[in-house]
T-cell receptor
């Protein structure tokens, strides 16, 4: 099946720094990528929908100036957590829709665990 | 009431047992997804279905559109099947997935 990668898989940073997470579709083109956040023992929560070449659509309650999303190509979307604080510590997961296949199908990345000290 | 309800929340089974996890939803959907999340966190998409039944190895997924219900079955369960199984539905209009709370499965040897 289609493969989505995320980098880094794990990051620890100091409070106040910014962290960039990459999401790549390795063998398909994705016009749409989704960014999710998952707190311990909770299900995934959609943060934003990232569309190639246009601005991301953020879910209610998600600060767009704090979670910057850039979808510069059909295979890469980045999420930058700006001025990270301990409450931003979470598991961040992306998914991508395959442009060429069934448009309902989403492929998930392995996730990035962010710990803010 | 959540749009996607899963049951049971927790399930412990003995190796070899037949396992069923249920998912009910209340919105119009374009497709239903079954996902597996291991303790390390990574998510694997098991099935995407909009009607009928799909089978992959020991896993079977069914969906009844009229009843808005889906089941995930695992035959001859094994300890390596231990994971969180998540049901997610794609809304009828738009791209977003709505997730169930997940079912924590533990298979003991």
């Amino acid at each position: 099946g289609a493969v989505v990668s995320q980098h880094p898989s794990r990051v620890i940073c100091k409070s106040g720094t910014s962290v960039k997470i990459e999401c790549r579709s390795l063998d398909f083109q994705a016009t749409t990528m989704f960014w999710y956040r998952q707190f311990p023992k909770q299900s995934l929560m959609l943060m934003a929908t990232s569309n190639e070449g246009s601005k991301a659509t953020y879910e209610q309650g998600v600060e767009k100036d704090k979670f910057l999303i850039n979808h510069a190509s059909l295979t890469l979307s980045t999420l930058t957590v700006t001025s990270a604080h301990p409450e931003d510590s979470s598991f961040y997961i992306c998914s991508a829709r395959d442009l060429g296949a069934n448009h309902n199908e989403q492929f998930f990345g392995p996730g990035t665990r962010l710990t803010v000290l | 009431k959540n749009e996607v309800e899963q049951s049971p929340q927790n399930l412990t089974a003995q190796e070899g047992e037949f396992i069923t996890i249920n998912c009910s939803y209340s919105v119009g959907i374009s497709a239903l997804h079954w996902l597996q999340q291991h303790p390390g966190g990574g998510i694997v998409s098991l099935f995407m279905l909009s009607s009928g039944k799909k089978k992959h190895g020991r896993l079977i997924a069914t969906i009844n559109i009229q009843e808005k219900h889906s089941s995930l079955h695992i035959t001859a369960s094994h300890p390596r099947d231990s994971a969180v199984y998540i049901c997610a539905v794609g809304r009828e209009y738009g791209n977003k997935l709505v997730f169930g709370a997940g079912t924590i499965l533990r298979v003991k040897s």
